[in-house]
């Protein structure tokens, strides 16, 4: 090794020495059971578990996440033949058909509202399935006059059943029950085809075509700037062929394995102590609500801060691989855009796999309400949330503290497959998001251990998390 290399091995490093706490076992394995506990509460309430989670809001998240789809959706012809290649690739029609008669049966289940049963009806007679919307309609409750009209609208539209009602009457009546969305204008246009109204159909046509329009463009642009971001991550890739980006040794371990444990269950403890306290409290929820990204992460940071770093300040920014700070940024951005292109193609191939298999992904588990229903202070708030705290504080505790702590007892490549497997246990989504967020850790734990530094994991981590954030609000706000 040459005098440059040794000084490039060497640079950095941590003087050797245990850290000078002394760690209860007993403790420790209290707190390890905590953290399973809260684990185990969190897997029970998101999609791992068999049951997708609905609340009172989910009638009005569906209808908008639905007819913002179909719309769009009648607008695919106008798209060019790579377009629809592009998008049949993400969402093939009868999966789509598929996944919306599933998730209305689901809702439908927890929340027999009139309107979600309407529009399972009316999915049923849309996508051509006049027998089972013909056994769907025998079970129409009749216990309400509003209940009877959308069932003789139903058989009117799709069945050819006849009306007892004036034409006018069920049009007004329709406009007066269900809003200005798909459902409304394909409801709409059927009765106006078996009246043979066609000044209606044309004018229900034009509104139903400015929304799906509106949306195609947005769409549009998501796929752009995703394929800007492989270009940026092909030039990446290139760059680090010839240069291997490796600007500084990773620097992890002046603590060992079981000192990592301890130090990472007494985090996650405080943090499902906390969060359990407030739960029981009568502000609690709300507290929750608002505060929740943070209340999540800084107790593990806090505690990991206090027993890790605080006696050797320095070694913070070692450790994490961000000091001097402008270097190794300029250092990072090339890493980062290529793991967030290999990345898309990742997800796309898992995309597809899925599909072909018959996985999906929940749209519980992608569904913001906050970025579609909130005011433009809540949008700020998530998108801050989802793009700047999530980044930094998730590569911190998963990579910066998790990896190291692993990498002490098994080495480099099993401590990435270790850090990225929790990582997505973490976020408790069904199986093909669950592979998604897996993909990613292990894509981000790599920048670490091949960089030393967090910083390409974080803005990868922060563009990934943008892009959603830019298709929810494009497609559904």
Known sequence: MNKQDASHENEGAIP?????????????????????????????????????????????????????????????QRLSSFEQVMYA???????????????????????????????????????????????????????????????????VAYLGGISTMPYHEMQARLAEEIPGHWFYYQLSQRLAERAGDGTLQASLAEQLDRQGVSVLWHWRVGLGMEFVLLAFGGIGLALYLRTPFVSRRPVYGFWTFGQGVAVLSRGGAMTVLVIGCLVLLPTGPSLLREYGAILLYLPIVIVSYVLLFRSRPYVLS??????????????????????????????????????????????????????????????????????????????????????????????????????????????????????????SGLLWGWAYARTGSLLPGMIAHAINNGLVGYSLLAFFR
């Open 16 to 76: 050797n020495g245990d850290l000078p706490q002394l760690f209860s076992p007993a403790l420790t394995l209290v707190c390890v059971l905590v953290c399973l506990l809260g684990f185990g509460v969190i897997l029970r309430s998101t999609s791992l578990s068999e049951k997708p989670i609905l609340n009172v809001s989910s009638s009005r998240d569906l209808e908008r996440l639905a007819s913002r789809i179909l719309a769009f959706e009648a607008q695919v």
């Open 89 to 155: 690739l993400g969402a093939p029609e009868q999966k789509t058909q598929d996944d919306l008669l599933l998730w209305y049966k689901e809702l439908l289940a927890e929340n027999p509202h009139i309107l979600n049963r309407v529009y399972l009806g009316l999915l049923l007679g849309e996508f051509r399935e006049p027998s089972a919307l013909e056994a769907f309609l025998e079970e129409f409750p009749e216990n309400t006059a509003l209940s009877r009209m959308f069932q003789e609208m139903l058989a």
């Open 318 to 439: 070692q450790v994490f691989g961000w000091s001097p700070f402008l270097p190794r940024l300029r250092a990072s951005l090339p890493v980062a855009l290529m793991v967030v292109g290999v990345g898309l193609l990742g997800d796309w191939g898992m995309m597809i796999v899925g599909d072909s298999l018959g996985y999906t992904v929940h749209w519980t588990e992608w569904f913001v309400p906050d970025l579609v229903w909130g005011s433009w202070g809540q949008v700020l708030k998530t998108l801050t949330e989802f793009v700047l705290v999530a980044p930094f504080f998730e590569e911190i505790i998963f990579r910066g503290l998790l990896f190291p702590t692993l990498h002490a007892k098994v080495g480099g490549h099993l401590a990435i497959m270790g850090s990225a497997l929790f990582f997505a246990l973490a976020h408790g989504y069904g199986f093909v998001a669950f592979l998604a967020v897996l993909w």
